[in-house]
């Protein structure tokens, strides 16, 4: 109630018409633009860059492109050049202005809600290049059409002068190029853009979009040639290329992807499958190009044609009476890697972040084609279809297993008084929110952190040795692993619900912080990644939600007289030990080996305190990347995991 009263005093009565504010033109986006963007951090960055590449990507989807180039700067500046119609110049008559510029400043502007120009479009969030602009210190637009080239610069969304001509273009040549530098006062927290993200999302439309061209440059770091990085990506087989990709790492049980494509109540639908003797579901849905992570009325069509198409046929060669197990929709999917593609003119999204599909008319398209593609398939593939029937029995008979062991893991910690494992260093604090749980490495470094946590709301659960590794383990051999069990009982995770008994209930879940703190060394990286693995195949809801961490352990103590300096790679070592070089004798070096070696209030000070600690937020940047990452870590084919290793040593501190 104190709080209450505090915020109604500093509020001001003088609430008039005049109070309310109409923000105009831009001014909107440069006021909240998490609102636009969905947040100022690394996320919102990047997704300055989706805007405009989804310009480009419509232009192919109507047919008028085959060509993308993105390219980064020196400058951390982006530049997204196409071979389209360009953007028209020529005088908008509502507008009283160049077409060009009311589709940089005006929001929601622009050819794409012309269905006879663009029959779909992606942008499912954004409001287009007008965004981009009102976010940018600096934006040029470059474009190439009626045989000349036009251009118009801005400053955080506003033009400098009108559209003109800057040169003649006898070639005939069309196409748009938008240059902007992002503004550092909006991206404070950083403006440095991630080679790997915009490949990974380029790589992903190159996929989606069979026949395009996209071309990646880096002009802030050289290749062996001394020529810019980069990367040129095109697919011919699209969505089949798209599904061997994501299962390069894994033994396939059917050679050659089960593809359908087709139209049906206006939805362009497209379907790739391949089956896998792995023990995890793996189905990427997209509309229009935007992954939808909630999945939507797409997935539940693939679903329904997948368990019927399967199971009459499996039905009426005896094969599951013979089995005498029950089969539910989960079994046939086990092993499953499918990406579902569909193409809406008007798609209506719901769910919490906006990414889960919802036209009904789109379920029954894609249960019509694929459910007709696959029985087909069946038909002419027996030995392919007994050998897909056999691995839905085992997965039949494996969730059985996995759901007893999930039972006993339960019953246990019900039986058991408290319920918690007798390893845990528990908080005082109830309230989940406030309560953090650090999953610690080692025995020692655990006894460490328990004397240097606040034991008011930081628990600590020490790990012995490596878990197991769930990418090539069955469900039920993970609830048997004594580590697991004590992860899932102390973090206070209920499997099962009624329509899914694997689907997670996080209504009491104790900690809304769990943080992974391992030693900095291969050993440490080996642990992280086998506990990322862990939740990322059987409870990736926690980090779908904001609730998983790491912990970032310093790797040098630098040292002179009374002067400490912690660092946590080697440009902050060799900057401390130039700071402290300055007069006498070099400073002494301590590299932390493993977190054992830190008494438990360095712990504190580095790594556990919320005001000086840094931690790393987990996050499923893209579900078809980290699928591939994690089953290339975790698989059986050591030179692929090898070559990622070499590639990624300068960054030996950073969790892959």
């Not at 929001?107 to 809600?113: I, S, T, Y």
């Not at 251009?151 to 040549?173: F, R």
């Not at 290749?223 to 599904?243: A, I, M, N, R, Y």
């Not at 692993?481 to 009624?498: S, V, W």
């Amino acid at each position: 109630m104190e709080e209450l009263k505090v915020a109604k005093a500093g509020a001001s009565n003088d609430y008039s018409a005049d109070t309310i504010q109409v923000l105009e033109g831009l001014e909107a986006v440069r006021k909240r633009p998490s609102m636009y963007i969905g947040d100022v951090g690394l996320k919102g960055l990047h997704h300055l860059v989706w805007e405009v590449v989804d310009n480009s990507i419509d232009e192919a989807l109507a047919g008028f492109c085959t060509d993308i180039t993105v390219e980064i700067h020196k400058d951390n500046s982006i530049c997204v050049t196409d071979n389209g119609r360009g953007i028209p110049t020529g005088m908008h008559h509502k507008e009283q202005k160049s077409a060009l510029e009311v589709v940089l400043t005006v929001l929601h502007a622009g050819g794409k809600f012309d269905k006879e120009n663009y029959k779909v479009s992606g942008g499912l969030h954004g409001v287009g290049v007008s965004c981009v602009n009102a976010l940018s210190k600096d934006l040029i637009a470059t474009v190439w059409r009626e045989g000349k080239v036009f251009e118009q610069a801005y400053q955080k969304g506003a033009p400098l002068y009108d559209v003109k001509v800057i040169a003649e273009n006898p070639e005939q040549k069309t196409g748009t190029r938008i240059h902007f530098w992002p503004d550092e006062t909006i991206f404070a927290q950083t403006a440095v853009y991630k080679y790997e993200t915009i490949a990974n999302r380029l790589r992903e439309l190159s996929f989606l979009n069979a026949g395009i061209t996209i071309h990646l440059m880096d002009h802030r770091e050289l290749d062996e040639h001394g020529e810019p990085l980069s990367q040129t990506f095109h697919s011919k087989g699209g969505l089949k290329e798209f599904v061997e990709y994501l299962d390069a790492n894994r033994v396939r049980l059917i050679q050659e992807p089960i593809y359908a494509k087709g139209e049906k109540n206006d939805v362009s639908v497209e379907v790739a499958i391949l089956y896998n003797n792995s023990y995890s579901e793996n189905v990427l849905s997209y509309t229009n190009n935007i992954n939808t992570i909630e999945g939507g009325t797409h997935v539940s069509g693939f679903h329904r044609a997948l368990t019927r198409v399967l199971k009459s046929y499996a039905d009426q060669g005896g094969m599951l009476e013979k089995a005498k197990v029950e089969i539910t929709g989960n079994d046939f999917r086990e092993g499953l890697t499918a990406v579902i593609s569909v193409k809406v003119h008007e798609p209506q999204f719901e769910g919490q972040t906006k990414t889960k599909l919802g036209n009904s008319e789109v379920m029954g398209a894609v249960d019509t084609i694929a459910g007709e593609i696959l029985k087909v398939y069946l038909d002419e593939n027996p030995k392919a279809a007994k050998i897909i029937v056999q691995k839905v029995i085992l997965a039949a008979q494996a969730r059985q297993a996995a759901r007893k062991a999930r039972e006993m893991v339960q019953r246990k910690s019900a039986l058991g008084g408290s319920g918690l494992p007798g390893k845990l260093a528990d908080c005082s604090e109830k309230n989940p929110e406030l309560c953090e749980i650090y999953l610690v490495e080692g025995d020692s470094a655990g006894g460490s952190a328990k004397q240097g946590r606040n034991r008011r709301y930081q628990a600590i659960l020490p790990l012995r040795g490596k878990i197991l590794n769930v990418e090539k383990a069955q469900e039920h051999r993970i609830y048997d692993n004594e580590e697991i069990k004590n992860i899932i009982t102390a973090l206070g995770i209920i499997f099962g619900r009624e329509e899914d008994d694997r689907a997670l209930n996080l209504n009491k879940l104790r900690y809304y912080k769990i943080i992974i703190m391992t030693d900095a060394d291969v050993d440490g990286s080996h642990i992280r990644t086998l506990i990322l693995t862990l939740f990322f195949r059987y409870m990736r809801d926690i980090i779908e939600k904001g609730h998983l961490y790491i912990a970032q352990p310093p790797l040098y103590l630098v040292k002179k007289g009374k002067k400490e300096i912690y660092c946590w790679d080697e440009n902050q070592r060799e900057q401390a030990v130039r700071e402290l070089s300055t007069t006498g004798a070099a400073p002494d070096i301590q590299r932390y080996k493993g977190l054992g070696e830190m008494n438990p209030e360095q712990l504190w000070e580095t790594t556990m305190n919320p005001e000086t600690r840094s931690l790393k937020k987990v996050d499923v940047e893209s579900a078809a990347i980290s699928d591939h990452l994690f089953s290339m870590l975790m698989g059986d084919d050591v030179p692929p995991r090898r070559d990622f290793i070499e590639k990624n040593s300068k960054y030996a501190n950073v969790d892959a």
